[in-house]
């Protein structure tokens, strides 16, 4: 029987992906109207403006608590900053182009590959031992992102551009499975929400770069921009890469991990049916088979390690 608490931890991590499942149909318009690195390095600055408070806040504390500034003794760890910067991009600039050149709706499903990629990337990043069921699952996970393609490959609307979104779509959810492991090796050090500050900081210089380099108008040159993407960019910066990202490590902290993970599945839900709702897209067959397949294959894959896990604590 669920209690009042179990309704009321639901609620958060209802709004925590519905804040993170948004970003789908968001990037889908603001791409429209804005490059995609000048959209990201505006989100970025957003998102530092928003959570800056939150890090001063944690170090006064940390500081009464301790009697000195914790900054002030910690590695600068600046190999970690430009890795992780780096790794946000894809997730930002990448899902926007591959958003804009397929569909908000593919987004949200080829992102349930996000925990299978984790799992993949801990062997090498931090050592984990690769299996027979971590294989399986990614390949069952692949197979599941194939079938979302599959109507735009044997049909009359196959185009290169939307097989080419989902791709860069795929290599966004590499991003974020990446930037999830590694950030865990920083962490030892610094807070959740000084991780996503430096980290979003190098990535919106990163855009600055990009921008300069292969964007037509340079990232300052607004002056066309409607009044609906800054809206879009307000979304993106403050609720996305902002307040759900503090809501998300707050969750963390409050409640047991797997119970967070599985939750994240409502952000495919959230983000079809805001993308349905707002760019009037439709879900297809091939796209509800290939989303059942990639959560089974997660759910196997979660399984799998939790068996692992309490044989480990037995032992």
Not at 234 to 256: F, N, P, Q, T
């Amino acid at each position: 029987m669920m209690t009042r608490r179990s309704f009321i931890n639901l609620g958060w991590l209802s709004l925590m992906n519905l804040m993170s499942g948004s970003a789908f149909p968001v990037y889908k318009h603001a791409a429209d109207y804005m490059s995609d690195s000048a959209l990201s390095f505006y989100s970025f600055a957003l998102a530092i403006l928003m959570l800056l408070p939150f890090m001063l806040r944690e170090r006064r504390t940390a500081k009464l608590a301790r009697g000195s500034d914790p900054a002030t003794t910690r590695p600068l760890q600046l190999k970690s900053w430009l890795l992780l910067g780096s790794a946000i991009l894809p997730s930002s600039i990448g899902l926007s182009w591959g958003i804009k050149h397929s569909s908000g709706s593919n987004g949200a499903i080829l992102y349930l590959t996000v925990p299978i990629l984790m799992l993949i990337l801990a062997v090498p990043l931090l050592g984990e031992r690769l299996n027979w069921t971590r294989v399986g699952t990614f390949m069952l996970a692949i197979a599941g992102t194939v079938l979302v393609s599959r109507d735009d490959l044997i049909g009359g609307q196959f185009t290169l551009s939307t097989l080419l979104g989902n791709l860069v779509i795929l290599s966004a959810c590499f991003g974020s499975a990446f930037f999830n492991i590694y950030s865990k090796t920083v962490l030892a050090h610094y807070t959740g929400i000084e991780v996503l500050i430096y980290s979003y900081a190098v990535a919106a210089v990163l855009c600055v770069v990009a921008s300069y380099c292969i964007d037509v108008r340079p990232f300052y040159d607004v002056a066309q921009v409607p009044a609906s993407t800054w809206f879009a960019i307000a979304a993106l910066g403050g609720v996305i890469w902002g307040m759900s990202m503090v809501l998300y490590l707050w969750l963390l902290k409050r409640l047991d991990v797997g119970q967070v993970s599985v939750s994240l599945y409502q952000q495919v839900f959230f983000g079809v049916l805001l993308s349905a709702l707002l760019l009037g897209e439709r879900l297809r067959l091939a796209q509800i088979v290939g989303g059942i397949t990639v959560i089974l294959a997660t759910l196997l894959a979660e399984s799998h390690e939790r068996r692992l896990a309490r044989t480990a604590k037995a032992a």
